[in-house]
């Protein structure tokens, strides 16, 4: 079986351990459901038979209490267990023991009144807790032998999701169940009985899928240690051992403190709104209820399964620790029996599944192999030290007589506390996965070949630059989280500082460059990713300018690997230079489509501004040439080529007609009609006097340029001569070549700086070809440049003898 570190490794996981991980899940939810199956039958018991009874009158604190102590008795040897023998057997051995758990329950049900009767089946349901104890840890420590660290985090919340469905569906179906029985026939006993009977059939169900998960190792390294059964705090040493464990745990240990108290309260609830216990409405107004909290956890769940399906999103937490305060307070303010006190319940639930899928998830991952079972057993007993007191809390506010809303409403101040020290204790995550939040809601961020980012130690990466947004964007893109380089003019603008500290940015000076070097290098050093724009500026032009040679000198100080990172899509955003505005154009759309490529590591000393530059460029290539935008393209790739790749760069305007001075199937008029069809509000015309002069942008060869009126807009002179146009001309030159029919470069309008950044950005250089265009690859060889990746799948080249490829981008005589 592969181990952890070669899943990590390779991109799709095995089908084997898929099934695996699916049966894992159907197991642990049929346990679960069963589980809670025949609590609720024993709480409807209760419910009808409460006067009878002084353990009925608080089933469900007593129930409550048994399934803890199992926790608290067995948690180290239950660890042990799962840490020293095959996690897949002692799942097989907790579906026999679940088997013997019902026969016992069935027995003692069907003695109805005999004295007693009630307390044997608490002591089934007690050894029917001591087989989920013993389960857990094996359940949740074979999910990482199954599906590596890095589907750790989406697993996690698979497992958490079917578990609080199978919880909560359990509870559900055992009070409907109860609730039509006790209807039809009215025998409070029989009515619980006959629906144990049937879902026990369950059990042998769950045995099988058991049997069928993926054999995992046993571990003869952990050995039996003398008195290990009564080192009942042994585990939680190790849980607090290491401060990021110990403050999941007593997070996780909350949730359930929380839950437990909810489910507590839920059934003085229902005997209020059903104080008659003569019929089966109060089974079924618990069932209901339990229902409705269900469907909120499991969305909350869900959903936090699926923001943490690339990384454990720990800025979760905290927001759902205030979505808990609110739904607490909205279900206790809300008239009893109401849709807004259900709905309530609802939101309460959901902020539970936010607030607890990441703990989890981050939990199992912290935890060592030779550990994770051990871990989680110590966390369990946690678990029940805080279902005792929620035990103890709802006894002493039933003995006060408070309604359930007053109970709602008191628990809101514990949790208020606790969610302002989980926002204390992740202020950096809560700030970043709110603006990732609104990130992902402007753009829809596709991250490519994210197994080239190293998954620990020092990295720089090197992305091109684009926009305002870029930080946030590749902060959504990247699974570790990522340090910025911001300049120090910024970092000490007093209303940004502290948000800028909070997101854990590198400030550094353009006039200390030693110093920017250092605080880089010492980040690096420290294991952390940090984000550099080698660019220092955004682009005006659309295309990347010259890469600063900083960078070397931070990376092998802080030998760290280096990963180029090519942003594609956001120009154009209202973010971006597009139009020679920032922020002042409306969206084209909302969930704008960017996809962020990383490169193949890089080397420290390899990592030069050339190679840099190069790999950008080819990852360029690869987002242009995979745009659904080539869809339509239809017969004429080569004019369609071209009019995308220009349209891609800085140079027209809204309300352009563009006039063609060449016949009508050359290489420049088709390349004109394809722009027009790109470029909204153009139009196309063949004669100057059809539109204004100011208007005109017009496309020839440099034999056509006398027929213009000098007059126009702009004029870019296309075609495939290498030598320079005459100085008198004023047109912008552009080089096709003529055996592909391909525009490999053109030179556009010096943009203008932006307030506030008065570096120039230069779109033309006498003696050039003008700057390389967007998407291309290019090679330096000994006789001059090649350029590749002119098509969709089309591997011709274009050579250009005695040019290369400067740092600024232009396409240069050598």
Not at 542 to 551: A, D, P, Q, T, V
Not at 636 to 647: H, T
Request: charge should be positive; aromatic fraction near 10%; hydrophobic fraction near 50%.
């Amino acid at each position: 079986m592969p181990d952890s570190i070669d899943l990590d490794h390779s991109p799709h996981l095995p089908r084997r351990n898929w099934v695996s991980i699916v049966l894992v899940l159907v197991v642990q939810a049929l346990n679960s459901f069963s589980d809670n199956f025949v609590k609720m039958l024993l709480i409807a018991l209760s419910i009808i038979i409460a006067k009878d009874s002084w353990v009925g009158r608080h089933m469900e604190l007593w129930l409550g209490a048994i399934f803890s102590l199992p926790y608290m008795l067995f948690a180290p040897l239950a660890g042990y267990w799962s840490d020293r023998f095959s996690k897949r057997n002692v799942i097989i051995w907790m579906q026999v023991m679940q088997i013997i758990c019902f026969v016992w329950l069935a027995l003692a049900l069907w003695m109805k009144r005999v004295p007693g009767s009630l307390e044997l089946c608490l002591v089934g349901f007690f050894f029917l807790a001591v087989q989920a104890a013993v389960l857990s840890p094996a359940k949740m420590g074979v999910m990482k032998e199954l599906s590596g660290s890095r589907r750790l985090g989406r697993v996690s919340g698979w497992l958490q999701v079917t578990m609080l469905a199978g919880i909560l569906g359990g509870m559900w179906a055992g009070g409907m169940w109860y609730g039509a029985e006790y209807e039809k026939n009215g025998d409070a006993w029989m009515s619980a009985l006959w629906p144990l009977i049937i879902i026990s059939i369950l059990g042998i169900g769950e045995l099988i899928a058991a049997l069928c998960i993926q054999k995992t190792p046993a571990h003869h390294e952990v050995h039996w240690r003398k008195g290990m059964a009564l080192e009942h705090f042994e585990s939680l040493k190790i849980v607090f051992r290491r401060r990021s464990i110990r403050l999941a745990a007593l997070g996780v240990t909350y949730f359930w403190f929380i839950s437990n108290a909810l489910s507590f309260i839920l059934v003085t609830l229902t005997k209020e709104l059903h104080p008659d216990t003569g019929g089966g409405d109060g089974p079924m107004e618990l069932a209901k209820v339990a229902g409705i909290l269900g469907i909120g956890v499991i969305s909350g769940s869900f959903f936090a399964s699926h923001v943490s399906k690339n990384r454990i999103e720990l800025g979760l937490i905290p927001l759902g620790g205030f979505g808990l305060v609110v739904g607490l307070l909205w279900s206790g303010l809300a008239s009893l029996g109401s849709a807004w006190m259900y709905a309530g319940i609802i939101f309460t639930g959901a902020a539970g599944g936010c607030f607890m899928v990441p703990l989890y998830a981050f939990a199992q991952d912290k935890a060592e192999k030779q550990e994770k079972a051990r871990i989680h057993a110590g966390m369990n007993l946690m678990d029940c030290l805080g279902t005792l007191v929620a035990v103890a809390i709802v006894a002493v506010m039933k003995d006060l007589e408070l309604s359930a809303s007053t109970q709602f409403l008191l628990l809101s101040i514990p949790t208020l506390g606790a969610a302002v020290y989980t926002m204390r204790l992740l202020p950096q995550d809560l700030v970043r996965f709110v603006m990732l939040a609104a990130v992902r809601v402007i753009y829809k961020v596709r991250p490519f070949h994210e197994e080239h980012l190293p998954k620990t130690g020092g990295v720089l990466l090197l992305a091109n630059h684009v926009s305002y947004v870029d930080a946030l964007v590749i902060a959504a893109a990247c699974r570790r989280p990522v340090r910025f380089v911001i300049w120090d003019v910024l970092y000490r603008v007093w209303w940004m500082n502290g948000f800028l500290r909070l997101v854990g940015t590198v400030p550094i000076s353009p006039t200390r460059a030693k110093d920017a070097i250092r605080s880089v290098a010492t980040a690096l050093k420290e294991g952390e990713v940090v984000c550099l724009f080698p660019e220092g500026q955004i682009t005006r032009h659309g295309m990347i300018n010259e890469l600063r040679k900083g960078f070397e000198l931070m990376a092998r100080q802080g030998d760290a690997r280096v990963v180029p990172v090519y942003l594609d899509g956001l120009y154009g955003s209202i973010f971006s230079f597009q139009g020679g505005r920032f922020f002042t154009k409306m969206p084209h759309h909302l969930r704008y489509p960017v996809s962020v490529r990383f490169g193949a590591p890089l080397g420290a000393r390899e990592a030069s501004a050339e190679a840099v530059r190069h790999e950008m460029l080819k990852l360029g290539n690869q987002a242009l040439l995979s745009r659904k935008t080539w869809e339509d393209a239809h017969d004429d790739l080569p004019a369609f080529a071209n009019a995308f790749r220009l349209s891609e760069v800085e140079w027209h305007r809204p309300g352009d007609v563009f006039l063609s001075l060449e016949p009508e199937d050359s290489i420049v008029t088709r390349t004109v009609k394809a722009l027009t069809q790109m470029i909204p509000g153009s139009k196309f015309v063949t004669r100057a006097d059809q539109a204004h002069a100011s208007h005109i942008v017009a496309f020839g060869t440099r034999n056509k340029l006398p027929q213009l009126s000098g007059q126009e807009r702009l004029v870019f002179c296309l075609d495939s001569d290498i030598a320079p146009l005459p100085s008198e001309s004023k047109g912008l030159r552009g080089y096709i070549d003529s055996a592909t029919e391909v525009l490999v470069a053109v030179e556009v309008p010096d943009p203008v700086p932006a307030k506030g950044d008065e570096e120039p950005q230069h779109g033309r250089k006498p003696g050039s070809l003008g700057r390389l265009l967007p998407g291309f690859t290019i090679d330096h060889l000994p006789d001059g440049l090649q350029i590749s990746g002119l098509l969709p799948k089309n591997d011709r080249q274009v050579l250009l003898k005695a040019f290369h490829l400067d740092e600024h981008g232009f396409i240069s005589a050598s």
